[in-house]
């Protein structure tokens, strides 16, 4: 009971001392104002500010509906075929909400192009399989070992750095 006592003595101690604080703090007055807040918001006011007029909120909001890019298979630059070297970035499309036009993966590898840029994340193969090292960076070519859809995991991003992870089904014949 000693023990639970001494206990209970230091926690109404303690509250006590917290409570005789605040109202010390509650209650010192320096050049006019008066308590711990008015003080502390007096020194850190900042003079001539205008925040009425804030600019990044605009653009934040802008940038937040924005649309993402799009990713889609064409078969206007051929058949994809089991066995042959194949550069398959000329048969994915990507649409940029913004712009009306369409663009192929290949034309971000021309020099000086900016609407957007991409990355290969993953090629699985019909089986499910991880075949992304079948695939050439440097000739950003492959060879499909197999007929079927394969599956490429592909992250866009447009010249304002909206990014979309697509995974895209790209049917290879015999």
Not at 138 to 155: D, L, N, Q, R, W
């Amino acid at each position: 009971m000693k023990q639970i006592m001494s206990q209970f003595g230091g926690v109404i101690l303690a509250g006590v001392v917290m409570v005789l604080l605040f109202i010390i703090f509650m209650n010192v007055e320096v050049d006019g104002k008066k308590g711990i807040f008015e003080i502390t918001g007096a020194m850190s006011a900042v003079e001539g500010a205008d925040y009425s007029q804030n600019k990044d909120q605009e653009t934040l909001v802008i940038n937040a509906v924005r649309k993402k890019p799009t990713l889609s298979f064409s078969s206007e630059a051929g058949a994809v075929k089991r066995g042959s070297v194949c550069s398959i970035l000329g048969n994915l499309m990507v649409t940029l909400p913004d712009d009306a036009d369409t663009y192929f993966l290949s034309e971000a590898e021309e020099d000086g192009f900016t609407k957007f840029s991409y990355q290969i994340i993953k090629i699985k193969s019909p089986s499910g399989a991880d075949v992304t090292d079948l695939y050439d960076v440097t000739s950003k070519s492959i060879i499909f070992p197999a007929t079927g859809s394969y599956t490429f995991e592909i992250v866009i991003k447009d010249s304002e750095q909206k990014e979309s992870r697509l995974f895209i089904q790209v049917p290879v014949d015999s």
